[in-house]
């Protein structure tokens, strides 16, 4: 069964930091490219950063570059995203994602999702 859980969402001031996991169980970890996305209410669902299945490349939507940081550990059959100098419109909730890229199993896969709010 293929499941991803996502947890370290919170309430944060403007400028504090967070650091978003998403554990991965129910499929081979390293087949898969890893995304986070996050929706904000009355917004539509955007990607916000994400990884190849090796961690040897990301990509990061203008909104978040030097400022969000995502990484994975394939032995931890786990994706993090670093998160700094958070602003107010960061406030969404936020979704890992599952691609597959190799192998076989189900195509695609999210998490639950976890909020983030930032205010101060």
């Known amino acids: 069964q293929v499941q991803l859980v996502e947890s370290g969402g919170g309430l944060v001031q403007p400028g504090g930091s967070l650091r978003l996991s998403c554990a991965a169980s129910g499929f081979t970890f390293s087949w898969y490219a890893m995304s986070w996305y996050r929706q904000a209410p009355g917004k539509e669902r955007e990607l916000v950063a994400g990884?190849?299945?090796?961690?040897?490349?990301?990509n990061y939507a203008d909104s978040v570059k030097g400022r969000f940081t995502i990484s994975r550990d394939n032995a931890k059959k786990t994706v993090y995203l670093q998160m700094n100098s958070l602003k107010l419109d960061d406030t969404a909730v936020y979704y890992c994602?599952?691609?597959?890229?190799?192998?076989?199993?189900?195509?695609?896969?999210w998490g639950q999702g976890t909020q983030v709010t930032v205010s101060s």
């Open positions: 994602k599952a691609e597959r890229k190799n192998g076989f199993g189900p195509r695609e896969s």
């Open positions: 990884i190849t299945t090796t961690g040897g490349s990301s």
